[in-house]
């Protein structure tokens, strides 16, 4: 079923809702994992009944247009009733991240001057009540899971809706909802904040719209209510907020709550999408799964799945390129397809999957290979918070790996000073919430967004992404070196998951490196190595040349001052829990030199002397 995606100069985010509501009406709008681990259909016309009592609600509150919601939860149906319920009478909502600390909560209630809160669990209610001393402006908070005892202050979803539906004056919702100027602001994102508190970027409706219709405007074929999304990373962030539920509700594609990040395969199976938003971490951990197994295979299964994967190699540029197999690569392609790549995907849940869109850091090329390779498109994008966010993509049939494709319809990409990217477009945040600062300092004087990223563009005019600015490292020597792509190259390894590269004002580069498990104690079982523990195992001296030779054979082609001189294997996973990465995944470089300094100093000692 085709919909209207008529665009126009008065077209906010809840109109759009409202008018998928009349056209869609009881036909499924998501689904809810149960407690017996299937999932739930709620229709359209059930969120639209939910998403007016909780604006009724709010308006009970004394909510304002301009007014500030925060919601603190992880992905769930809720927090889509919550933020479009609030955005529909004219309020702003203020995303934070479920996994954030009381703290970090606390900094960004105050800073955005939130009035009411939602929260997923008793997890997070406690978490701001812990902190509710000190948010003299919040009036509520509201809590999704059903809690056992009353708690002064705060009040369940379900007495949310009921103070809702029970509201004298239902009028006003659709007398707020028309009034919403597209210019207003819709939202506030935080940054992640790797360095210095995070800044609360503004963006209006139709700094959103806008990046929608950028979107699809490459993607038609996926505007119909046939599309399946499951829905897994952080809503907080602009990615998923922006391409998976504002951009659901565009395209009316049925979205899939996974029931955490952890349930991601299980909740793969149950769905089966058509097509999903992933950031490369996700894609390296199916990868490494399936070959992990393969490698306790019988030799047979193994030489044929080698066969196969081989045959995917080669399938690569028809896919990148839209081309059509034809001649004798047809037919071994079907036989691969029949043998293996259909077996493989259903059993992995994605044998549905048409596109993955991915973004927030380069795509490891060996895990490209392995979906492209089974028909199914991988299209990195490129885009910040600041950007709604995307600037960039490839698109079906123009796959440029090692890029993030061209930029979208109406946005300028230039490289600026320092290899800089710079930006313009219609999708550019309105500036940072009480920091004109730092808004200022985010542009330059023609109105450029400074991205922070450095990069190049081909040819082809893709844009190939280099490093950040502020990563940059600065030996002691005064040599400038980029360590993501130093990282990036790693990585290409299959037995490396995470890597630091180290050397900011020192004589040399050394390496932090977290090693896949799953695929290097498969290699170990293969080579006989008995070990019970992943400590006695990195201490092997067959795994110690194993990662000498990975490491000196994947920096070959980098030069003398690029070379890793010393580096040191980390047994422990990075994790966001752990604090290593940020909610986006992105590694925390200073947490990491810091959390890991006593180890980085011993790299630099020789003969008893610390080497600068």
Known sequence: ??????????????????????????KACVAKKTREGTFEDISWNQMNEMVRAIGLYCVSMGINPGDKVAIFSPNRYEWWVSDMGSISIGATTVPIYATNTPEEARYILNNSDSRICFVGTREHLDKVMEIRKDLPQLIDIVVFDEIDQKIKGAKTFGEALEAGKKAKDKGVFDKRLNAIDPDSIITFIYTSGTTGDPKGVMLKHRNIITNIDQHYSAFPEFINNEQRVLSFLPLSHIFERTLVYYGGIFAAIK???????????????????????????????????????????????????????????????????????????????????????????????????????????????????????????????????????????????????????????????????ESEILIKGPQLMVGYYKNEEATREAFTSDGFLKTGDTGMIDDGGNLIITGRIKDLIITSSGKNIAPQNLENALKESPYIEQVAIIGDNRKYLTALIVPAFLELEAWAAQKGIVFDSRDALLANQQVRDLYEGEISGRMRGFGRVEQIKKYRIIVNEWTQETGELTPTLKLKRRVVTSKYSSIIDEMYVENGTEIV
Not at 261 to 273: E, G, H, R
Request: glycine letters at 10%; charged letters at 20%; aromatic letters at 8%.
């Open 255 to 417: 979205v899939y709550f996974a029931e955490s990040i952890n349930t991601v395969l299980d909740d793969l199976k149950l769905s089966k999408p058509t097509l999903i938003a992933t950031v490369p971490r996700l894609l390296e951990k199916i990868r490494a799964g399936v070959y992990a197994k393969v490698a306790g295979a019988s030799a047979v299964k193994r030489t044929l799945f080698g066969w196969a994967m081989s045959v995917g190699r080669r399938n690569m540029p028809y896919v990148c390129n839209g081309v059509k197999r034809k001649g004798l690569f047809a037919i071994e392609y079907r036989l691969a397809n029949k043998l293996i790549f259909s077996k493989l995907k259903a059993a992995l849940g994605i044998d549905c999957l048409l596109y993955v869109g991915c973004g927030g850091a380069p795509l490891n090329p060996l895990d490209a290979q392995f979906f492209i390779g089974m028909d199914i498109s991988i299209v990195e994008g490129f885009g910040l918070s600041e950007t709604s966010p995307v600037t960039n993509f490839n698109t079906l049939g123009h796959i440029r790996l090692g890029t993030v494709g061209r930029a979208v319809k109406n946005t300028i990409v230039k490289i600026g000073p």
């Open 1 to 26: 079923m085709r919909v209207d995606t008529t665009i126009t100069n008065t077209t906010t985010i809840p109109e759009i809702f409202q008018r998928r509501v009349k056209e869609m009406g009881d």
